[in-house]
């Protein structure tokens, strides 16, 4: 048989409940030429025996079994057996767009420049969705090309999970899948930017995203908000804090806050924080003073970072450096 051009990852670790619905997503694909191979990480309820009945119906199909290993290990292995050219990333409680998959690899052959590629989402159930999601699911799908998505890609991940679609080229180049203690996903994401990869998102929801409080993200410490940030300033300090060992931050609230903590925990000196708020303004937050905001344009002895948390203040922020003369990444960088 010979190698598809497309290969499926689908982990699953006690889906049996919401499986069919994702297997039903995946066999009605507009595009055919592509494998799947579903790794069941020691699951305890029917996953295994649905798994199981999906691949004898479709030699599409394959399906690994493993003692329970973890997600990014068992992507890690699973990504191992995947034959495609490209690989695509499912999960087993999601449904994808019956032209998800044929998309995003005419968007591939149409552009060769770019490694991997996403499609906007939507979550569901709409009673379990909170407003945190819906803020997530508004600012990802505000992002669709590479550029944009190159300069806010410390602000969250770019490209939602189940819906990345990589050049295994581009994918091996970087190691694939490791085990850091975070966000598998982001980790990969961000290897992928600082290689100079290329990313992009379909501006088109192709990618419907279940929610509720049973999803590792809620549950399991590699997503925790502080792993994300000791993710981000991982890579931060490999790219736009190499060589510099003092920060300013634009944000005395409380994201700034904590990335100034996680900061000072790497070994990163906080030089001054600025804000808008009068109430903070002359106070000193771990010993760094906080500065009116419009110092800010003048205080450029050091590296500024702009950790902000309320709704449009990052573009304002923006556009004020940037008329100011400030460049990014250059100069600063938005995170959160």
Not at 201 to 226: C, I, K, M, Q
Not at 247 to 257: D, L, P
């Amino acid at each position: 048989m010979s190698e598809p051009r497309l290969s499926v990852l689908l982990p699953c670790r006690d889906a049996a409940e919401h499986l069919a619905q994702a297997v039903r997503s995946l066999s009605m694909q507009t595009f055919g030429d592509f494998e799947v191979v579903a790794v069941n990480d020691g699951s305890r309820d029917r996953t295994a025996e649905a798994l199981e009945h999906w691949a004898a119906r479709d030699d599409r199909v394959r399906v690994v079994h493993l003692e329970r290993i973890g997600l990014a290990t068992a992507l890690q292995e699973g990504a191992r057996l995947c034959r495609g050219e490209l690989l695509a990333r499912a999960d087993a409680d999601d449904v994808a767009h019956p032209r998800r998959l044929a998309e995003q690899v005419e968007f591939l052959s149409a552009h060769p420049e770019i490694a991997a590629v996403g499609t906007q989402v939507r979550y569901f159930p709409h009673e379990e969705v909170g407003w945190g999601a819906r803020r997530y699911q508004d600012w990802l799908n505000g992002l669709s090309d590479p550029d944009s998505i190159a300069r806010d890609v410390f602000v969250e991940c770019p490209i939602a999970h189940p819906t990345l679609m990589v050049r295994r080229s581009a994918f091996e180049q970087v190691g694939g899948y490791r085990v850091n203690g975070w966000p598998e996903d982001y980790d990969l994401i961000l290897r992928l930017h600082l290689a100079g990869a290329r990313l992009a998102n379909l501006p088109r929801v192709l990618h419907f995203w279940r929610e509720g409080n049973h999803r590792a993200s809620r549950t399991d410490p590699r997503y925790a908000p502080e792993a994300f940030r000791g993710c981000k300033i991982h890579y931060m300090r490999q790219s736009c804090l190499r060589g510099h060992d003092e920060v300013n931050i634009w944000g005395a609230g409380r994201v700034g806050k904590d990335f100034a903590r996680a900061l000072a925990d790497e070994g990163v000196k906080i030089r001054g924080f600025f804000d808008i708020d009068p109430r903070k303004i002359g106070q000193q937050i771990y010993g760094a003073p906080v500065r009116d905001a419009h110092d800010a344009i003048r205080h450029r002895d050091a590296y500024l970072l702009v950790a902000v948390g309320a709704a449009g203040a990052r573009e304002l922020i923006r556009e004020q450096l940037d008329q100011a003369g400030f460049s990014e990444p250059e100069n600063y960088r938005c995170a959160a």
